[in-house]
C-alpha cells in the first residue's frame, strides 16, 4: 500500500491530475485535455497512459456534471454531449484494478476544503464552490450529504431575485447569475471607468485591492448576493459553517465582508450565532477531494 491517491477533476475543456497523500498535499500533477469529440472511452485510455509510472491505491474524479455515486455514472453534463450513462467507475476500474469513486465536481472541492481546509471539524457544513459558475455541497454529521437523487446543495440554482437576470441555465434570478465568473465580468463593465484587459476575476479584484471605486462595487454586487444565497442555506440547515472555495474565493475580504454583513443584517439571529466563514487558502480542491473521497471507499 503507497497511502497515495490520484484525484482527477474533469471538465468540458481540460482534466487536472493530482497524486495526493493523506494529508491533501498534490505530490505530482498532470493535464490533459479532454477532447470531448474522441469520447469518455479514449479519455479514460489517455488517463491512464498519464498514470503508467505512478503508484496508489484509489482513484476519485469529480464530474462536471449528475452523477450516480453508487455506480460512478454520469446522468447528465452539458458541456461533455455524448458522454451520458458512461461508468467512469466500471472502466477505470476494469484498467486500474484499484477502487474508484465518482461525484459531482462541486462535491469533492468542498469535500476536500472541508477536510484539509477546515482545522476543525464541524459535523455540518454548507459549502460552495465559486469558478466559472456556482454550485455546492452539504456535509452533514462529518460525511457529504447527496440527497435522494446525487444532486443536493445546489444552491447556485436557487433564484435570489424572481424575474431576475437570465441564468446559463435558462431560469431568471438564480444565485450564480450574479456571482457566477460571467456575472462579475458583467459588473466590471457596467460599474468601472476602465476595466482590465483582459477582465477576469482576479484582475478586478487586484484593481479593487489597489483603490478602484468602481472594482469595489463589484465585488460589494457579488458579495452581497452570494451572502444572499447562502443566508438561505444557513435558515434551511443551520451548519456550524460556511465554506467557500474556488478560484473566485481568492478574491478574499472582498468577497467575504459582504457576506458577513449580510449575515448579521438577518433577523432572525439563532442560525448565525456561532457561525463560521471560512475560504482556505487556494489549491485544486476538486483534485484533493476526489483523491481524498476515494481512500473513504477503501
Known amino acids: ?46 488517463v491512464c497512459a498519464a498514470l503508467a509510472d ?71 457544513v454548507v459549502g460552495v464552490t465559486l469558478g466559472t459558475g456556482v454550485g455546492g455541497g452539504l456535509i452533514l454529521d462529518g460525511r457529504l450529504y447527496r440527497g435522494a437523487t446525487g444532486a443536493a446543495g445546489e444552491l447556485g440554482h436557487q433564484v435570489i431575485r424572481a424575474g431576475g437576470t437570465r441564468c446559463g441555465c435558462g431560469r431568471r434570478g438564480c444565485l450564480e447569475a450574479y456571482a457566477g465568473t460571467a456575472a462579475i465580468l458583467r459588473a466590471a463593465k457596467r460599474l468601472m471607468r476602465r476595466p482590465p484587459v483582459p477582465t477576469t476575476p482576479k484582475s478586478v479584484a487586484d484593481a479593487a485591492a489597489a483603490g478602484d471605486a468602481g472594482a469595489r462595487r463589484v465585488w460589494d454586487e457579488v458579495g452581497t448576493a452570494l451572502g444572499e444565497g447562502l443566508a438561505n442555506m444557513v435558515l434551511m440547515f443551520n451548519p456550524d459553517a460556511v465554506l467557500i472555495v474556488g478560484g473566485v474565493a481568492r478574491a478574499g475580504r472582498l468577497l467575504l465582508d459582504p457576506v458577513r454583513r449580510v449575515f448579521s443584517a438577518q433577523t432572525f439571529r439563532e442560525p448565525f450565532s456561532r457561525l463560521t466563514l471560512s475560504a482556505p487558502a487556494e489549491r485544486d480542491w476538486g483534485c484533493v477531494g476526489a483523491a481524498l473521497l476515494s481512500r473513504e471507499a477503501r
Open 54 to 124: 505512478w503508484r496508489f491505491d484509489g482513484l476519485g474524479l469529480g464530474l462536471a456534471g449528475g452523477v450516480d455515486a453508487a455506480t460512478g455514472t454520469l446522468l447528465f453534463a452539458p458541456n461533455l454531449p455524448g458522454w451520458k450513462g458512461f461508468s467512469f467507475r466500471s472502466a477505470f476500474e476494469r484498467r486500474l484494478r484499484v477502487p474508484v469513486v465518482a461525484e459531482n465536481d462541486a462535491n469533492v472541492a468542498v469535500w476536500g476544503g472541508y477536510v484539509i481546509g477546515l482545522k476543525k471539524k464541524p459535523r455540518r
Open 1 to 46: 500500500m503507497t497511502g497515495l491517491s490520484v484525484g482527477v477533476d474533469l471538465g468540458g475543456t481540460f482534466a487536472k491530475i493530482g497524486l495526493v497523500d493523506a494529508r491533501g498535499r498534490i505530490l505530482r500533477s498532470a493535464r490533459l485535455d479532454t477532447q470531448v469529440s474522441a469520447g469518455p472511452q479514449a479519455f479514460v485510455a489517455r
